[in-house]
């Protein structure tokens, strides 16, 4: 009684957290006040992180195995990651990634109190399929994958955002001065001139944001990549020693290995410097879609030998 009602306590108190960060950030887009928001939300997702991680602990105690073996669980491993990368990009001094996982942090966390997964938040006896040491090294690596998967895609997608508003702002300009006939043109030649400065520096500090989020992207993905490929060679060994087969294209198993190959591709178009930018963040984001398919669409089918991850009463 004493672990559930501790559970409760943490589980709440985290989405509080973030709820209040965000909020505040959000005030901040409208009104300038004393406060710093970056220390603050720095401040609180330490504190979400330090409760997850609480919680997580005091879940895998009274459950006595790792907890990981449904999705409610999953999902709050998922926040745990989204704050973790935040930690990490904290030091890093990158605020761009710190933004990302603010929001991704109190998604989860939103779904993961709300009323959709209250008949499975409760932790069972695991079934025989997940009595194995290999649940640890699987699962966390596929939603640690997940995690990083997701952060980097969404900063390709803010540069593809970027990337087309400035396009589009560079259109607009170009029909304006066509609509300026050559008398107008003269007669405001000055007052263009003396803008000139301020513009090319504002579009400096765009150029500078876009390489950035190119950056750091790649190198987030490129992380993600790599527990994605660990967590689907870990299944396939686990998936022989529980029955008896390294692959069955199983639903999650066939979707797994379509994310892997969607962020193989933006990898490979890394290679070519002509694929950078905007190029590569379109399969980024085609991969931002495939990941929630495979994580949360798969579960909505409940078939399959993953059919244990499953919403409750979906499962066959």
């Known amino acids: 009684m004493i672990f559930l009602t501790l559970e409760h306590i943490l589980i709440h ?41 609480g919680l997580l602990f005091t879940r895998w105690i009274y459950s006595a195995h790792f907890p990981l073996s449904n999705l409610y669980e999953s999902v709050i491993f998922l926040s745990w990651s989204f704050s973790l990368i935040h930690i990490v990009a904290y030091f890093k001094k ?9 929001s991704s942090t109190i998604f989860t966390q939103g779904f993961a109190t709300s009323g959709l997964l209250t008949e499975i938040n409760k932790s069972g006896i695991l079934v025989p399929a997940l009595q194995s040491e290999w649940l640890i090294m699987h699962v966390s690596m596929m939603i640690l994958s997940y995690g990083a998967l997701l952060c980097g895609s969404l900063l390709s997608a803010a540069l593809l955002v970027i990337t087309c508003r400035k396009k589009c702002n560079e259109l607009l300009r170009l029909i304006e001065s066509l609509a300026f006939d050559e008398i107008q ?74 994310t892997w190959i969607v962020f193989a591709i933006y990898l490979h178009t890394r290679t070519n410097q002509n694929f950078w930018g905007a190029n590569s963040a379109i399969v980024a984001v085609i991969g931002f879609l495939i990941i929630w398919i495979c994580y949360f669409g798969v579960n909505l089918l409940g078939i399959g030998l993953h059919s244990y991850g499953s919403f409750p009463g979906m499962s066959s």
Do not use: H
């Open 13 to 53: 108190l985290s989405f509080s957290i973030v709820s209040i960060v965000i909020t505040i950030r959000l005030i901040n887009l409208v009104v300038t006040t004393i406060l710093k928001p970056y220390d603050l939300s720095e401040t609180g997702i330490i504190t979400t992180f330090v409760c997850l991680t």
């Open 94 to 102: 990158n605020k761009n990634i710190s933004r990302i996982t603010a």
């Open 185 to 258: 043109y003269r007669n405001q030649r000055m007052d263009i001139f003396g803008k000139t400065y301020f513009v090319s520096v504002k579009n400096y500090y765009k150029i500078q944001l876009v390489q950035q989020l190119d950056y750091w992207s790649y190198r987030v993905i490129n992380l993600g990549f790599i527990f994605l490929t660990m967590g689907i060679l870990s299944g396939a060994v686990w998936a022989n020693e529980a029955w008896g087969s390294y692959w069955s294209w199983d639903p999650k198993e066939t979707w797994a290995f379509i």
